[in-house]
């Protein structure tokens, strides 16, 4: 499976042209992500804002990765991955 990343126009028949170079996917079956960027995304700062606000209402407990960390030396059972 190979990727590719390239910019193109949607004709007025719906016709999305390939660049000349990846004419080897005629024919091949290709699944399509489609990122309209004629669209605005709005204020970068309100967007910022709205990110900022959204992690700041996150209640989750933050980890105490030295508990983690001191817990792992105690009990060291982890087996051997490889041989």
Known sequence: MKTYHFESIIQDNGCIVLPVYMENL????????????DTNPGNPLNILADI??????ITEVDLD?????????ENYDRGIVFD
């Open 65 to 73: 990765i030295d508990a983690i960390y001191r817990l792992r030396e």
């Open 26 to 37: 005629k024919a091949h079956r290709v699944k399509l992500t489609v990122e309209d960027m």
């Open 52 to 57: 900022t606000r959204r992690y700041s209402s």
